[in-house]
């Protein structure tokens, strides 16, 4: 085991040594990977953007059709 520091919250903490080679342990927990990486790359914000754009973020039924305007057993 490693002893490193987060790059987020600065605490320190423990990681695999095989991890470390692999350029992974930066980060103490998950929480704190997301942070940095939503600042970095701020994909999910984007995604709530789209999201809340799309139709006014409410549901249509845009593709929906009835039985009645679609009959496959038309002779």
């Given at each position: 085991?490693?002893?490193?520091?987060?790059?987020?919250?600065?605490s320190?903490?423990?990681?695999?040594?095989?991890?470390?080679?692999?350029?992974?342990?930066?980060?103490?927990s998950?929480?704190?990977?997301?942070?940095?990486?939503?600042?970095?790359?701020?994909?999910?914000?984007?995604?709530?953007?789209?999201?809340?754009?799309?139709?006014?973020?409410?549901?249509?039924?845009?593709?929906?059709?009835?039985?009645?305007?679609?009959?496959?057993?038309?002779?």
């Amino acid at each position: 085991m490693v002893e490193r520091k987060c790059r987020c919250c600065r605490s320190t903490f423990w990681a695999r040594a095989a991890d470390v080679k692999r350029g992974w342990g930066l980060y103490c927990s998950k929480s704190c990977k997301a942070i940095r990486q939503e600042a970095r790359t701020g994909q999910y914000q984007a995604y709530q953007d789209r999201r809340d754009g799309h139709e006014g973020g409410e549901f249509t039924n845009a593709h929906q059709f009835s039985n009645e305007e679609h009959d496959c057993n038309k002779d």
